[in-house]
């Protein structure tokens, strides 16, 4: 079973518009949370890390952690041709950090006109 | 910005044929990754290392070797490549180990078995 689930596979938002990912572990060990941007071509690039219950906030971008469900949301607000790419939700392993990070099958964001 | 540098970019490899792929790191980061991405599976750890001569196994190690000779380089190698080993594979190094660091990744290798 797929240890950090993404929803939805794919979203179209019009640009200026809000996008909305959900993901969420199946492991209770695995708490601690990285969201990833990919564009075609290039690798995965960090976008923000949260760790702690609540929002964080980063420009146009806010994800939202609730450690009791393990869940965790990325908004981005005033959405951008550019911010058309693979968004990926990443989770690492208490105490086992260094082993890396376990990724999600990712959503695929498009930024319309 | 921390740069991971991977070669070749592309590659075309017969089935059976040897097959290395070589990243290298300027940040200085003890911890490095092999990944490999697939559309359906998303992205997958195959090894790492803690530093230089260690190596560990990830998620998917099986018909993969890999090799840690300096704390600035990190190779994986295909010793008998095969068509399901066809994808993308993404070199990796991350600092500290702790949670709030950072993995910084590579442009991709992608790798073709025919």
């Known amino acids: 079973q797929q240890k950090v689930q993404q929803s939805p596979e794919s979203l179209s938002v019009p640009e200026g518009g809000m996008a909305s990912l959900n993901c969420t572990s199946s492991?209770?060990?695995?708490?601690y949370f990285w969201w990833y941007r990919q564009h075609s071509g290039e690798g995965p690039k960090a976008l923000m890390s949260i760790f702690s219950d609540g929002d964080k906030k980063e420009g146009r971008f806010t994800a939202h952690l609730n450690k009791a469900s393990l869940h965790v949301s990325l908004h981005i607000r005033d959405s951008q041709p550019s911010d058309s790419a693979l968004y990926f939700c990443a989770a690492s392993e208490v105490g086992n950090y260094a082993q890396g990070l376990t990724f999600g099958l990712g959503t695929r964001v498009s930024v319309f006109p | 910005e921390a740069a991971v540098t991977q070669s070749p970019r592309n590659k075309v490899a017969v089935t059976g044929g040897k097959v290395t792929l070589s990243c290298n790191q300027t940040n200085n980061h003890n911890n490095m990754y092999w990944y490999r991405q697939d559309t359906g599976h998303g992205l997958r750890l195959i090894h790492y290392s803690y530093g230089a001569g260690s190596t560990e196994k990830g998620d998917i190690p099986d018909g993969y070797k890999a090799s840690r000779p300096s704390q600035e380089n990190f190779s994986l190698i295909l010793e008998l490549a095969t068509p399901s080993q066809t994808s993308v594979y993404f070199c990796?190094?991350?600092?500290?180990?702790?949670?709030?660091?950072?993995?910084?990744f590579g442009k991709g290798t992608r790798l073709t078995v025919v």
């Open positions: 990796a190094s991350g600092g500290t180990g702790e949670a709030n660091t950072e993995v910084f």
């Open positions: 492991d209770r060990n695995f708490q």
